[in-house]
Nanobody, 113 residues
Framework: QVQLQESGPGLMEPSQTLALSCTVF??????????WSWVRRPPGKGLEWIGV??????GYNPSLKSRTTISRDTSKNQFTLQLTSVTPEDTAAYYC??????WGQGIQVTVSS
């Protein structure tokens, strides 16, 4: 059974860089058939896709692309999200997912001064 677990800070200040990690259990981050994504749900809004990483490379939501980097750490079987210059609009529950079938429990990130 594939399980994913997010980790990272819960509270940030504007202009900082958000760094989240997703540890994968029951699968390998180097699985050539897997697509590993980050999505988020701002309060009172729907899900927003942030980006994906796979053996084919990375892809990003155009609205977030300039601030987003997704990478893999094979030594830890993790993939990570970096989002620069955060603002209160980046406040959301962040989820790591595999093909939208397997989901992490989510991590709440609040951006506030």
């Amino acid at each position: 059974q594939v399980q994913l677990q997010e980790s990272g800070p819960g509270l940030m200040e504007p202009s900082q860089t958000l760094a989240l990690s997703c540890t994968v259990f029951g699968d390998s981050i180097t699985n050539n058939n897997a697509y590993w994504s980050w999505v988020r749900r701002p309060p009172g809004k729907g899900l927003e896709w942030i980006g994906v990483i796979s053996s084919e490379g990375t892809g990003y939501n155009p609205s977030l692309k300039s601030r987003t980097t997704i990478s893999r750490d094979t030594s830890k079987n993790q993939f990570t999200l970096q989002l620069t210059s955060v603002t209160p609009e980046d406040t959301a529950a962040y989820y790591c997912v595999r093909e939208f079938t397997f989901w992490g429990q989510g991590i709440q990130v609040t951006v506030s001064s």
